[in-house]
């Protein structure tokens, strides 16, 4: 673009002749279609993302919703630095620590408090064994600390490069690779201790 924000209007230009970061920088002037078109592109790839971060629930909602709310407010605008996706995963990434943070803030206060522990729930019996074993895994997933878990689920299954997976978190390529196998270390080495019982 030749430096000037140009205003999408849903009336004068087809939706798909708009690319993904002429969008993105239309959002950087507070367009409010232009952040509608972004979640519009992204939301579901923006959804699986905040899931597998912090564990799938109601909060992803809210958090998605937070994601676009921050596209909105232009705290980071697109610089153009990345790929539009990495940008977004990036604020996803954020908006998803303060999240995990501030959960983890209520469970101590809640315990400091609390004199009962809730029982497990029962209902093993119901669930399939593969069943099980995906919301082991999701556990194991979830108990990582939040740079590992991030890294791990940016690269290993949302399949960005190590490259994007470091714009979006803000370090180095070999931070998230570090990262990364520490996160496949410490998954591997619970599985084979459950395994082991």
């Known amino acids: 673009m030749s430096g000037q924000v140009v205003r999408i209007r849903r009336l004068e230009v ?20 232009a952040v509608a078109e972004l979640f519009d592109r992204y939301q579901a790839v923006v959804t699986r993302f905040l899931s597998r971060a912090v564990g799938a629930g109601p909060d992803v909602e809210d958090l998605l919703q937070t994601t676009f ?10 610089q153009g630095r990345s790929k539009v996706l990495t940008w977004l995963l990036g ?11 501030s959960k983890r803030r209520r469970a101590r ?16 019996d ?21 740079d ?29 690779w570090k990262r990364v196998s520490e996160a496949r270390q410490a998954l591997r080495k619970a599985i084979a201790g459950e395994v082991a019982r």
């Open 69 to 78: 709310m921050e596209v909105a407010r232009v705290k980071s605008p697109f």
């Open 14 to 33: 087809e939706r798909e002749s708009w690319s993904d970061e002429a969008v993105a920088h239309a959002c950087a002037s507070g367009d409010p279609v």
């Open 109 to 124: 206060l809640l315990q400091a408090v609390s004199f009962t522990r809730r029982q497990p729930s029962p209902a093993v």
């Open 148 to 176: 590992k878990r991030l890294a791990f689920v940016l690269c290993e299954l949302e399949g960005l490069s190590a490259k994007e997976a470091a714009q979006a978190l803000g370090c180095s390529e070999t931070a998230v």
């Open 126 to 146: 119901e669930v399939t064994d593969a069943r099980l074993a995906v919301d082991r895994a999701r556990e194991h997933l979830e108990r990582l600390p939040d």
């Open 91 to 101: 604020i996803a990434a954020n908006v998803s620590r303060h999240h995990l943070r």
